[in-house]
């Protein structure tokens, strides 16, 4: 695999992982983001603890609509998570 290729991949499973510890979180996320100002406020909650997302992984989250948070949407993110674990791993 190349470099950059690689680099790719591995930074989509960071925002689907991220995106899955998102919907794990549940309500408790949506509220704490519901409370802000603003995108930009927004963000640094989410990066801040108690959820201690980065900024790449925060904007993906920010980003999701709600319509994503489906039974067929997190399985679709736990595909693609699974089918970018073996790419890495099969390189």
């Keep these: 695999m190349e470099e ?4 790719k991949a591995e930074t989509r499973l960071k925002v689907v992982t ?3 510890r998102a919907q794990d ?5 949506v509220a ?5 100002n603003d995108k930009a406020e927004a963000r640094a909650v989410l ?3 108690p959820f201690g997302f ?3 992984e925060a904007e993906h989250v ?5 319509g994503q948070r489906t039974k067929l ?3 679709s993110l736990d595909e693609e998570r699974d089918s970018l674990i073996a790419l890495l791993a099969g390189e």
């Design 47 to 49: 990066m801040d603890p």
């Design 62 to 66: 920010l980003d999701r609509t709600l």
């Design 73 to 75: 949407g997190v399985e």
């Design 32 to 36: 704490a983001v519901e409370r802000c």
């Design 4 to 7: 950059f290729e690689r680099f």
């Design 18 to 20: 991220g995106l899955l």
């Design 25 to 29: 979180l549940g309500w408790p996320l």
């Design 54 to 56: 980065d900024v790449l």
